[in-house]
């Protein structure tokens, strides 16, 4: 039974598309994260929800927009897909901010 | 600015042997040090975390060192296997709930 999924797990589409990312968590927690992995590995945070409400909004293009419908949904639309953004890009979720946070499979952009 | 630095970028030991892993960071307000495993193509798991009113914790192979006065925090891994070969990340959380992670170490256990 899966804690944290995302969907889609690989997204291959062009420059200028919008897409979007769907996650969900089913651990009853009240805060959800996105977070960007580049080539690198370096994990960054983009995004926080806690209870609905964002509490993180790092310095991310706008193109970029988080949509929490409830606090077991969170999902990442971005416009204008550039090749910068390309990376794998992981939901979390966490009882309390900041603390333990769950990863889910993460989904893997490729911008051609 | 990078805020917690991690090192080595990556590590190699021979099974049986104790891996070490190194973080350091300058923002006292940091209250929450997790270390974070991940396989390739998977998404990072929480393997250990501790508090900086810990000096050390442990969980099975794995444990936390923590010096606050140093404000450096290490990971061991004792008795080190091949299935431990995986990318290792520090982190700390802010009072911003923000976590900060380590640029990640790759580690490589040989059979």
């Known amino acids: ?112 | 600015q990078q805020q917690v630095k991690q090192s080595p970028q990556s590590l190699i030991v021979q099974k049986g042997g104790i891996s070490i892993i190194n973080c350091a960071y300058e923002n006292t307000a940091f209250d929450y040090f997790p270390w974070y495993q991940q396989f390739p193509g998977k998404g990072p798991a929480l393997l250990i975390a501790i508090r900086p009113d810990v000096s050390e914790k442990k969980e099975g192979r794995f444990t936390i060192s923590f010096n606050k006065s140093a404000k450096q925090f290490s990971l061991h891994i004792m008795d080190s296997q091949p299935g431990d070969s995986a990318t290792y990340f520090c982190a700390a959380r802010g009072s911003n709930y923000k976590l900060t992670f380590g640029k990640g170490t790759l580690l490589t256990v040989n059979p």
């Open chain 1, 1 to 112: 039974d899966t804690a944290v999924s995302q969907t889609p797990k690989y997204l291959v589409t062009q420059m200028g598309n919008d897409k979007s990312i769907k996650c969900e968590q089913n651990l009853g927690h009240d805060t959800m994260y996105w977070y960007k992995q580049d080539s690198k590995k370096f994990l960054k945070i983009m995004f926080s929800y806690n209870n609905k409400e964002l509490i993180i909004n790092e310095t991310v293009p706008n193109r970029f927009s988080p949509k929490s419908p409830d606090k077991a949904h969170l999902n990442l639309h971005i416009n204008s897909l550039e090749l910068g953004d390309s990376a794998v890009y992981f939901c979390a979720s966490s009882q309390l901010a900041g603390y333990e946070q769950y990863f889910g499979p993460g989904t893997r952009l490729t911008v051609t």
